[in-house]
């Protein structure tokens, strides 16, 4: 399928819905794109910064995790290491 996409003069991109909706991209998400071919105008989208706040939460732990246990157990092993 092809898709247009418009340039400012502030060469700014206008991506159209359904693009965008394809790959999943949110406002304010930061995309880094590789020119595979400059002849044939290619370019491929080979990495995708997303701000915290959008993937907070999407991590889906198997059981609940005790932070001040977990906390506890990494002191005790740094404090094993220093020792040593």
């Known amino acids: 399928m092809d898709y247009v996409m418009s340039l400012t003069s502030k060469r700014q ?40 706040e959008k993937v907070f939460g999407q991590i889906k732990l198997k059981k609940a995790l005790d932070v001040e246990l977990a906390i506890q157990e990494t002191r005790e092993e740094r404090a094993e290491k220093i020792c040593m």
């Not at 794109?33 to 910064?49: A, G, M, Q, S, T």
Request: no cysteine; glycine share 4%.
């Open 13 to 52: 991109a206008t991506f159209p819905k359904d693009f965008v909706d394809l790959l999943g991209l949110v406002p304010g998400e930061k995309m880094v794109f590789e020119i595979v071919d400059e002849r044939n105008n290619l370019i491929r989208l080979i990495n995708r910064k997303r701000k915290i």
